[in-house]
Each structure stands twice: as C-alpha cells, then as structure tokens.
C-alpha cells in the first residue's frame, strides 16, 4: 500500500506501524502504480486541487475512490473529469471517527456503476466498514447529499448533548446522571451516537488535541450546507444555531479545539469557563 499525505511526515508517521504502507512524496508516485486509488482530503478545494493534478497523468481504467465530505456539485465535477480520462470513480462518503476507522465500524455510501463498488465491496463490510449504505447506480452526487444531511444530523445532535450537558452541570443533576439516562432510554439505539458525544465532552479532551478536522473547515462545509438550504427554501433552525455556536467557539478557542467545540460555546453562554476540567460528578 502507497500512502500519500499533503504534508509528507504525516504519511511517514502513519507508516511506522505499518509494515505493509510504504510513503510517497508525490501525487503521481501514488497513482502511477496502483489500481485502485483512495483519497480523503481535508475539504472540498482539496479535492479539487488534488484530482486536478491527477487528471494531468495517465489514469486509463484506474479506479478511484473519494471518501471527503463535499457537495454534490463538487462531486460530479470530480466524477466528470476522470470519466473524460478513462478512469473509473466511486464516491463513497464515510460516517465516523477516527477510532470507528480503526475498529472497522464505518459507515460508508458508496456510490457509482454498480461494476465498479463491486470492485471494492471486498474492502468494505468485514474490513474498514461496519455497516453499507449501498447507492450502487445512482449518480455520485446522491452520496455527497447524504452526507450533508448526515452532517445535518452530527451537528445538532452535538448542539443538543451540548445544551443538556450544560443544563446538567448547572442545575447539580451531573454529567454521569445525563450519560446514564442516554443509555438507559435507547440502549443500542440512536442514543449511542449521543453517549460517544457526551464522553468526549465530559473528557475535556476536544480542546486538549490538535483536530484532526479544524473549525475553518467544519464551518466553511457548514456555510455551503446553508447555502444549499437556502437554495432550496428549506428552514434549519436547530442547525443554525449549532452553526452560530461553532463561530463563537472559533472566537474563543486557542485554535485545537473541533467540532465539539460547540459544547465550549454553549458553557460560555451559561457563564461557564469554555474549556472544561475532566468532569466526574
């Protein structure tokens, strides 16, 4: 496996412990020899600067797939430019933190030529993905919107944990007496999402690390997620608010908080400290 990151030390960090990755330095280095290509950038002017330049190579009946989180619009450019260079194209979006990556538990919309997700159905359930939205057939944008709506869905649900995280903590009820109310009302259920929220929250730990993915990026996929809306004539109330708290928190944090800096934002307006201590009542 050929790994290949924007900045190169992350790709050699990442290979360390891998002894079957081996870094490369270039873009070309990486697609020259590979069949199939994988790519998860940043955001989507990434994505466009990176499949610019591979679509300046000869990338005949390669197979690529994209994992980023952008519009569809963004994704149907992507999905033309390979097709006009022979090459084959899967959109496949992912739902998950970086530890579900690791323990397999992705969910992933893949979307494309059926032909094609056949190519790489061995490489999903039972390796990197826990579950499969499959959009076989359908156009590659289909995925992209799922992914704003599911970006939708991530935000307020943060916004929602933040606020009752906030309220339990002010009103003396306690941050574990909330966590057990998550488990005991859905218990394998939808909630589960909201307990992995919680967790990370009460840890102090989204202001503690270097995100992985930086508030200037979550809010500028957010801005573009208003704009559709707007488009549409479609009222987001609870996502603006969310939208509005992650602005407050870009004002107030050192620069490593991420997207659950919205909790940070929401304590400030209760009159609490942004960053919270390890919380344990």
């Known amino acids: 496996m050929l790994l290949w990151n924007r900045t190169s030390q992350v790709a050699i960090d990442q290979c360390k412990n891998n002894d ?13 020899p590979s069949d199939i290509v994988w790519s998860c950038l940043a955001d989507e002017e990434a994505v466009l600067s990176v ?9 005949m009946g390669k197979l690529f797939v994209e994992c980023s989180t952008i519009t569809a619009s963004g994704t149907e450019t992507v ?11 899967v959109t496949m979006p992912v739902f998950g933190e970086p530890g579900t990556a690791s323990a397999g538990n992705l969910i992933v919309v893949p ?6 997700v056949d190519r790489i159905r061995p490489y999903l359930e039972g390796c990197l993905a826990g579950a499969v939205i499959d959009f076989s057939d359908e156009k590659h ?10 970006n939708v869905l991530i935000m307020t649900a943060i916004e929602q944990v933040s606020e ?38 009460a840890s102090g730990e989204w202001a503690r690390k270097v995100p992985i993915v930086t ?28 939208r509005q708290h992650l602005r407050v928190a870009k004002n107030l944090s050192s620069g490593n ?15 609490l400290h942004f960053v919270n201590s390890v919380t344990t009542e």
């Not at 499949?51 to 990338?59: L, R």
């Not at 944008?141 to 599911?150: D, E």
């Not at 508030?215 to 969310?242: N, Q, R």
Request: net charge negative.
């Open 257 to 271: 908080a991420d997207i659950l800096s919205i909790y940070g934002a929401v304590r400030a307006e209760s009159g």
């Open 20 to 32: 079957s990755a081996k870094p490369v330095e270039t873009i070309a280095d990486a697609v020259a």
């Open 141 to 150: 944008g289909q995925a992209s919107l799922l992914k704003i709506v599911g």
């Open 51 to 59: 499949y610019g330049e591979i679509c300046k190579g000869d990338i």
């Open 79 to 89: 999905a033309q430019q390979l097709k006009d260079k022979g090459a084959e194209f």
């Open 215 to 242: 508030l200037d990026a979550v809010i500028g996929l957010t801005d573009k997620v208003a704009a559709l809306a707007e488009s549409l004539d479609v009222k987001l109330p609870a996502y603006e608010v969310a």
């Open 164 to 201: 009752l995280m906030v309220f339990s903590e002010k009103s003396g009820l306690g941050v574990n007496n909330l966590r057990k109310l998550f488990a005991a009302m859905y218990p394998g259920g939808p909630i589960k999402q909201h307990l992995l929220y919680q967790g990370h929250m």
């Open 111 to 116: 979307a494309g030529p059926a032909a094609a």
